[in-house]
């Protein structure tokens, strides 16, 4: 083998060992936006990327094929940027798999509180103090290492199986704003209360 033949293999072999994998997470199938948006390019060969821009308030569901890559894996990480862009803020969202189950990572909202208010294998539910008006994040869409990504267990599906992720965001009710509004004035009472002995 002459050197030219060699250096050629050896170009050839370093290019297949560093080449950066283009598949993504699943195969995305369809789509369901209700006039909203979704971008999914910044998906992974292991990670569900899905940023959402709610134009109004309601459902995106988005779903994905498996392939025999991802039942040997088990299981995708997920993360998301979900932005508000109509007038009115939101008051709650909810993430919803119907299949596998969820394990749930970082989350936080640029507006200010964001708390879960209930959770199960399959769903998680938050509530925003104040109402979110710009963005929150769930996972580590900004690759900042600050926040885990959250996981989809793929356990129990096999090839050709879909997988389903819906989110959906809520605006308060006037008497959920009540509520709200009294339960945060009891709690600066007792705060008070407390400081005051």
């Given amino acids: 083998m002459n050197q030219s033949m060699r250096r050629t293999a050896v170009v050839a072999c ?4 560093f080449q950066i994998p283009s598949a993504h997470a699943l195969t995305f199938v369809s789509q369901a936006t209700n006039g909203n948006t979704v971008d999914l390019a910044f998906a992974t060969a292991d990670t569900i990327a899905a940023d959402i821009g709610f134009v109004a308030s309601g459902s995106v569901t988005i779903t994905w094929q498996l392939d025999p890559d991802d039942v040997v894996r088990g299981a995708a990480a997920f993360n ?5 862009f109509s007038d009115t803020p939101f008051g709650a969202l909810t993430l ?6 969820i394990t749930p990572g970082g989350f936080a909202s640029n507006d200010g509180a964001m708390v879960v208010t209930a959770q199960d294998a399959r769903s998680v539910s938050f509530a925003f103090s104040p109402a979110m008006a ?17 996981s989809i267990s793929l356990a129990g599906l096999g090839a050709g199986d879909t997988l389903s992720i819906t989110m959906t965001t809520a605006v308060p009710e006037p008497g959920t704003w009540a509520m ?12 008070g209360r407390r400081r005051g002995r």
Avoid: K
């Fill in 14 to 17: 370093l290019a297949a060992l």
């Fill in 80 to 84: 998301s940027i979900v932005d508000n």
């Fill in 96 to 101: 919803r798999v119907d299949a596998g189950a």
């Fill in 134 to 150: 710009t963005h929150a994040w769930l996972g580590d869409p900004f690759l900042s290492g600050g926040t885990p990504d959250w």
């Fill in 180 to 191: 709200l509004a009294g339960g945060l004035g009891l709690l600066a009472l007792n705060a």
